[in-house]
């Protein structure tokens, strides 16, 4: 919707006038390669999508917060000084545990009325949540604290894990910091080269040649919350605890290297333990090779690190599944295109490939019908666009 519509539609749901609303967007996510290694303080290639959600947002003069989606036109109501009670709730949960956060962080949050405007389809692995929680974490902090808004800058790294948290407490999955930090830092043509250790990090252009990142969502929803991802965390850190005997400074995964698996893999005797360990040590190193091909221009080398990222996320962390394996085999059997795997945590959701512009219809036709035929429902497809980070917009009524 844009801005007018957007404000109608809220003042439809809260009433009142327009003079003190605000507008805040947040992006959903498309990780180029580095899959479950963030939470291994290991490297993550992200880019933020063009895809967003957007706050319509306005002070209230009581302790309440007030919560309504444009799709799905259920309002939650909750008290500011009371936040834990919400915890479990259909839709909200993200906001609430957000802005309790926050309040736990140190700053000041205030009565409002928040309007969710969701473009990142939702469960479909692009970080829509992580779109909502930073859409509402800036807003939250630049409608409750006068030193912050629209002059000063907020502190968007401390958003980000401030969101994590949320995600971690609330919503009870323990997800690494890369959906958060791309949809707060983001900048439009870059990819974030990412060090999940110490939130170092480097914004490299993406200049694809003649290529796009297409979007091919399985449309299988997914929810993490089922305890899959929560499992693979605990794997990995029980092969650090195997490994730590002979790496003792290894503080995570990312501490081990490929020659060091290799020669200290017969100590993880348990098949599933070491399968896991192994993706982890080698989808970090060719997150490394992939920024480096990247930016040689080498698309044909980062295609085939695609390639064996989504294979070693099939065979060895098992994440896939039959929809999105089905997407990446039936592109890979095109011309044109030079690489495809699934992105973000897997289970469905969604698979990113590099395809030549001139074969994008032909691309969307194929898969689509051979994806259909197979699994019996449409896949959705979408050209990725590189956009930017968590912002404040000028409302433009
Ligand atoms: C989800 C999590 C991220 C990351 C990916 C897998 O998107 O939120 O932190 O672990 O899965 O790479």
């Not at 005997?245 to 333990?273: G, M, N, Q, W």
Request: negative net charge; contains cysteine.
């Amino acid at each position: 919707m844009n801005h007018g519509a957007l404000i109608k539609s809220f003042l439809g749901y809260f009433g009142g006038n327009s003079e003190t609303i605000r507008i805040f967007k947040s992006p959903g996510r498309v990780n180029l390669i580095g899959e479950h290694t963030d939470y291994n303080g290991g490297f993550v290639f992200p880019a933020a999508l063009t895809l967003v959600t957007t706050v319509v947002a306005r002070p209230r003069q009581d302790n309440k917060i007030r919560l309504i989606a444009t799709d799905l036109e259920v309002m939650v109501e909750a008290d500011l000084n009371n936040l834990s009670v919400y915890k479990g709730l259909r839709w909200g949960n993200y906001q609430l545990g957000v802005a309790d956060e926050l309040i736990k962080a140190g700053y000041k949050v205030k009565g409002c009325d928040l309007m969710f405007e969701d473009k990142v389809p939702l469960g479909s692995g692009l970080s829509s949540s992580a779109a909502i929680e930073l859409a509402t974490a800036i807003a939250l902090v630049s409608l409750g604290d006068g030193s912050y808004g629209r002059t000063k800058q907020i502190d968007m790294i401390e958003m980000a894990l401030i969101s994590q948290r949320a995600e971690h407490n609330y919503v009870g999955v323990k997800c690494g910091i890369m959906d958060q930090f791309a949809s707060a830092m983001g900048k439009k043509n870059h990819a974030i080269f990412l060090d999940c250790r110490d939130l170092s990090y480097e914004l490299v252009p993406i200049e694809l040649e003649g290529h796009s990142l297409v979007l091919s969502n399985t449309n299988k929803k997914r929810s993490l919350g089922e305890g899959k991802y929560n499992e693979r965390r605990a794997q990995c850190e029980e092969g650090l605890d195997i490994l730590k005997k002979v790496i003792p400074e290894a503080a995570y995964l990312r501490d081990v290297s490929c020659s060091d698996f290799e020669k200290y893999k017969h100590l993880l005797t348990d098949d599933v333990i070491k399968k896991r360990v192994e993706h982890v040590v080698y989808e970090n190193q060719r997150v490394l090779d992939s920024v480096e091909a990247l930016k040689e221009g080498d698309l044909v080398l980062f295609g085939e690190l695609m390639n064996q990222s989504h294979d070693s996320l099939k065979n060895l962390y098992e994440v896939t599944g039959i929809e999105l394996d089905t997407l990446v085999e039936e592109a890979r059997k095109l011309k044109g295109v030079l690489g495809s795997r699934m992105t973000g945590a897997g289970f469905g959701g969604c698979t990113v490939s590099l395809v030549e512009n001139s074969m994008i219809d032909e691309f969307i036709n194929t898969v689509g019908s051979a994806y259909k035929d197979k699994i019996g429902h449409d896949a959705s497809f979408y050209i990725s666009e590189i956009g930017d980070g968590g912002r404040e917009v000028e409302v433009r009524a």
